[in-house]
């Protein structure tokens, strides 16, 4: 087997990725070396080394931009391109991690993160688990190329008992031309599949819907919208396919309202709707959410007395950030003028370049725009099965508020 690509770092430009950190930045590199003469591709293997030759890991080749590796094993005795075994492993251990959790074998929840990026070690891979489809994303060249590898794997990994299909979900993520979705392992069910989250349940739609077909790092949150959900009027913002709106009906919301600008996630709430009671209850609507808040203009009181603001990323880069804070800014305060008061708002980002501080202070200056009283209940985060790597505080991307509204 040829020797493996080395990217040589320069001295004193090691001490990141000496703490684990598992990007390499172009910055610290000092130069390549290539067996072959060639210069690796894009989602090579190569080992990562410093200048005395000591070998720091295993990483994912990117030629461009400032990120020019991702490391997927930090190790000095690896030296070899990973096999069906090597990743078997590393998704075993994630699996366990799983099971520690009490994700695995829960009568009550079907579904769950198996494999979060650089949290598991694996940086440029996410697989969603679904009552045994595992959908998978690769968002780096490196995994998107190891796709048919990581499938045996997850089938060596996991065995029949808890796997029955592998669907590639990549062709939105990795920027391909001839990339396309499609069944790496196993076959389509024979119906479309429904899994339970907290004993609710839940239609999905990974073929078509967004992500891998449903937001499964809003577990936790959602349990505690149906916490406080008892005799409120709910309005769930951006619902994709009524995870909160669930939840919060199944605490005895007085009345829940739905809105997404997507007429198909809609009627996929629609059916999770149906799928759990409630239907009497609810109301959804296919509109923007910016004009849904204006037609409740000139109302004689505030019509809702706990809303939830979950919107899509509003910056995927930080030349992106100033126009998503005024975003943010924006849109918590539509919602903070528009709630009873003693009204709870809960309130959410998933920009990985707002931070929390950032995210805080947006939300605050926006109370302060409407000049209503607010208290801070909660603090808001990603569950466990998305836990990011504590040497890597890039990955911790959702923030979440529940304020109290006077």
């Not at 990994?157 to 990549?170: H, I, M, W």
């Not at 501080?357 to 302060?368: D, G, H, I, Y």
Request: aromatic residues 10%; hydrophobic residues 45%.
């Amino acid at each position: 087997m040829p020797a493996l690509p080395r990217l040589i770092l320069q001295t004193g430009k090691d001490a990141a990725v000496r703490r684990f950190h598992p990007w390499v930045f172009s910055g610290a590199v000092d130069h390549v070396v290539a067996e072959s003469g060639t210069e690796p591709a894009d989602g090579d293997v190569v080992l990562v080394q410093d200048r005395r030759g000591h070998t720091l890991g295993l990483a994912h080749f990117q030629p461009h931009g400032s990120i020019v590796g991702r490391i997927f094993h930090f190790s000095a005795e690896v030296e070899a391109e990973p096999d069906v075994a090597f990743w078997a492993e590393k998704i075993r251990a994630a699996w366990q991690r799983r099971a520690r959790l009490g994700l695995v074998d829960n009568p009550h929840t079907t579904a769950f993160r198996l494999i979060h990026a650089e949290g598991d070690g694996l940086p440029g891979l996410i697989v969603d688990y679904y009552g045994g489809t595992a959908v998978v994303q690769a968002h780096s060249m490196g995994m998107y190329r190891a796709r048919p590898l990581l499938a045996l794997a997850l089938a060596e990994a996991l065995g029949p008992r808890y796997l029955t299909a592998v669907f590639d979900k990549s062709a939105e993520t990795a920027h391909q031309p001839d990339a396309a979705n499609g069944y790496l392992f196993g076959a389509a069910p024979a119906e479309a599949p429904v899994v339970l989250e907290n004993g609710h349940r839940f239609r999905i739609d990974w073929l078509t819907g967004q992500k891998t077909g449903f937001f499964l790092d809003q577990r936790e949150s959602r349990a505690l919208v149906g916490h406080y959900a008892a005799g409120r009027r709910v309005l769930n913002t951006f619902c994709y396919t009524g995870g909160f709106s669930i939840y919060a009906l199944a605490g005895g919301a007085e009345r829940v309202h739905s809105v997404d600008a997507s007429k198909s996630a809609i009627a996929l709430t629609d059916q999770n709707v149906a799928l759990n009671g409630g239907v009497e209850r609810h109301q959804s609507f296919a509109a923007d959410v910016f004009e849904f808040f204006h037609r409740q203009d000139g109302a004689a009181e505030a019509p809702y007395d706990l809303i939830i603001l979950d919107p899509p990323a509003f910056a995927k880069s930080r030349a992106a950030r100033v126009r998503a804070e005024a975003g943010y800014r924006r849109l918590n305060a539509e919602a903070l003028r528009r709630i009873a008061p003693g009204g709870l708002l809960f309130t959410f980002s998933c920009s990985q370049v707002v931070d929390r501080e950032l995210f805080a202070s947006t939300v605050r200056a926006a109370a302060l725009d409407v000049g209503r009283p607010v208290r801070q209940l909660h603090y808001l985060g990603q569950p466990p099965d998305h836990a990011p790597s504590f040497y890597h505080p890039e990955g911790e991307y959702l923030k979440g508020l529940v304020l109290e509204v006077g």
